[in-house]
């Protein structure tokens, strides 16, 4: 599936929007590595994302240049995961390049993958940002809305969990994808 989508602002640059394929995974970590927020697992390997893509298909989705031979596999400048669990939808990894902030890629990333879950008959969808993301702005801006009546509670099952030491609080933490409890969200 290919959807052309073009800026409405005088910006150069162009974008199409497709569905994610598992061979865009190395072009999605270097995407997904520019920010700090983009929480990156044990999850984020080249099999969990093909995994995560076979579970939930045609509901993850990237922005590519669109720019130069289409045969080419193009940068990736936008994504969007979206996986469900039959009751509910879930959304990850939304992230846009800074050079193509503010064209509306992420509005329409978003769109998508709302469009996705709802052709799979869910009714509600839910996504995890950490409270200090400004992306929370965005969500809102988008029709999303912030819960206060739900905390999140995590438990890691591979053993590495120690009662006596519980994570560190935010400010001590270190950046996505090191070994803390945010890290491994
Ligand atoms: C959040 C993010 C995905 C927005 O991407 P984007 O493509 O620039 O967003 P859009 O251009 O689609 O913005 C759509 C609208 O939201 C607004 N908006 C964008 N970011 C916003 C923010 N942080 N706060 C408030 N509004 C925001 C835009 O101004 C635009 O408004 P409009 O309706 O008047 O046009 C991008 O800033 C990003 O990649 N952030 C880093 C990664 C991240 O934190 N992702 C979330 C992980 S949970």
């Not at 839910?126 to 995590?154: C, K, Q």
Request: hydrophobic share 35%; glycine share 12%.
């Amino acid at each position: 599936m290919l959807m052309e989508a073009h800026s409405s602002r005088e910006a150069p640059e162009a974008f199409r929007l497709r569905q994610a394929e598992a061979a865009d995974f190395e072009g999605l970590r270097s995407l997904w590595a520019l920010f700090e927020g983009t929480t990156m697992t044990g999850v984020d390997s080249p099999g969990g994302f093909g995994l995560f893509l076979g579970r939930n298909p045609g509901m993850s989705f990237v922005a590519v240049e669109s720019e130069g031979d289409r045969s080419e596999r193009c940068r990736i400048v936008g994504s969007v995961l979206g996986g469900h669990d039959a009751r509910r939808g879930y959304v990850y990894h939304l992230a846009v390049h800074p050079d193509f902030q503010d064209l509306g890629i992420a509005r329409r990333l978003m769109e998508l993958v709302e469009s996705a879950f709802s052709e799979a008959g869910l009714e509600k969808a839910h996504l995890f940002v950490y409270t200090d993301n400004p992306a929370i702005g965005f969500y809102e801006r988008i029709g999303w809305h912030l819960r206060s009546d739900i905390h999140v509670m995590s438990k890691l099952l591979d053993g590495d969990a120690d009662p006596a030491h519980p994570p560190p609080e935010a400010g001590e933490r270190g950046h996505a994808g090191s070994n803390t409890e945010r890290g491994r969200s």
